[in-house]
């Protein structure tokens, strides 16, 4: 997962499709998908940067330990 900019900005990238299927799961919607730079053949999934996602994404770590 990589934030766009700081915390002040918009949208929030996500780069595992496990992460974007939780979120989605739990009704967050993708703002739009792009190539990912770092890797050319995958994409990413944008979200919007808001206090909920960044408590959703805490939540799915929680799982992964």
Known sequence: ??????????????????MTKFLTDKGFEIVDTLPNIFEPKKVVWLFKNTPELTEAMSQYKGLEK
Do not use: C, L, S
């Open 1 to 18: 997962m990589n934030k766009v900019n700081n915390n002040n900005k918009e949208n929030y990238v996500i780069r595992t499709i496990a």
